[in-house]
């Protein structure tokens, strides 16, 4: 079996802010996948939380370049949208990536895209709103997120319902009371690998 070789990229919900690297979703996907005889090792997780698009481009798609991938999963905005980014500018950087993405993978098809989820229900995610409506705002960076996933036909993966959960659940926000806990990244996971999976077998 060919080996997959994957880079994760993106922010604080990708490198696993608030839970151990073990516990990143990217890292248990990968030992799921293992688990049922997928030849895959993920080579780079060069998410950073606080990063942008714009970071993105200027930090990770060099990893990305070096890195010899074959499957990619991309899970970027929120950062754009807390620091007042424009849809605009936001698609246009999503679009940067997506290209640079589809040239550098040997089947460009390999690429997963997963929505932003709904910090604004965290104890702390208010803080971060300067007076803006977060749901809504977020809904529609991820409605921007949809349409280049369907402009390909990539497959997209909507953790943002299953994030409101956090509202109700103290256990599912990490200790710094923003970012999900293991046990969110845990339940995000299975619907990221169910994507995964149907390009990757």
């Given at each position: 079996?060919?080996e997959?070789?994957?880079?994760?990229?993106?922010?604080?919900?990708?490198?696993?802010?608030?839970?151990?690297?073990?516990?990143?979703?990217?890292?248990?996907?990968?030992d799921?996948?293992?688990?049922?005889?997928?030849?895959?090792?993920?080579?780079a997780?060069?998410?950073?939380?606080?990063?942008?698009?714009?970071d993105?481009?200027?930090?990770?798609?060099?990893?990305?370049?070096k890195?010899?991938?074959?499957f990619?999963?991309?899970?970027?905005?929120?950062?754009?949208?807390?620091?007042?980014?424009?849809?605009?500018?936001?698609?246009?950087?999503?679009d940067?990536?997506?290209?640079?993405?589809?040239?550098?993978?040997?089947?460009?098809?390999?690429?997963?895209?997963?929505?932003?989820?709904?910090?604004?229900?965290?104890?702390?995610?208010?803080?971060?709103?300067?007076?803006?409506?977060?749901?809504?705002?977020?809904?529609?960076?991820?409605?921007?997120?949809?349409?280049?996933a369907?402009?390909?036909?990539?497959?997209?993966?909507?953790i943002f319902?299953?994030?409101?959960e956090?509202?109700?659940?103290?256990?599912?926000?990490?200790k710094?009371?923003?970012?999900?806990?293991?046990?969110?990244?845990?339940?995000?996971?299975?619907?990221?690998?169910?994507?995964?999976?149907?390009?990757?077998?």
């Amino acid at each position: 079996m060919k080996e997959i070789r994957y880079i994760a990229l993106g922010d604080s919900y990708t490198i696993g802010e608030g839970a151990k690297l073990e516990e990143s979703w990217p890292s248990l996907m990968v030992d799921n996948l293992s688990k049922i005889g997928l030849n895959i090792e993920l080579v780079a997780n060069p998410s950073v939380t606080g990063w942008t698009t714009q970071d993105l481009i200027e930090k990770e798609l060099p990893v990305f370049d070096k890195a010899d991938c074959n499957f990619v999963t991309l899970l970027i905005g929120v950062n754009d949208w807390v620091q007042g980014v424009t849809p605009k500018e936001y698609s246009s950087n999503l679009d940067f990536i997506l290209a640079h993405i589809r040239k550098g993978l040997p089947d460009r098809s390999k690429l997963v895209i997963i929505n932003i989820p709904d910090f604004g229900i965290t104890p702390d995610g208010p803080n971060y709103s300067k007076g803006r409506d977060i749901s809504a705002g977020l809904e529609h960076f991820n409605s921007i997120l949809l349409r280049k996933a369907e402009a390909f036909d990539y497959p997209y993966v909507d953790i943002f319902p299953i994030s409101k959960e956090m509202e109700n659940d103290p256990t599912l926000v990490a200790k710094d009371g923003l970012h999900p806990s293991a046990k969110e990244y845990a339940i995000w996971e299975p619907l990221i690998r169910e994507k995964a999976l149907q390009i990757l077998v």
